[in-house]
């Protein structure tokens, strides 16, 4: 049995199937809202301070 793959963000073009893109996902999905949740958390705790560049500049 394969499960959905959620993704919090608008679509993009891909060829594989199953999976779903969910605009303000975290907000909407309690799996993503975790998931989030744990990434930043690991992020703060690890030793990479840098900014992405796929961060926005608030």
Known sequence: MKAPVRVDGSGLKTKEKGIEF???G???E???SAASIVS??????S???EQRKSWKKH
Do not use: F, H, Q, T
């Open 26 to 28: 975290d907000d909407l």
């Open 47 to 49: 030793g990479d301070k």
């Open 30 to 32: 309690p799996a993503i």
């Open 40 to 45: 930043k958390n690991l992020r703060n705790i």
């Open 22 to 24: 969910i605009v303000k």
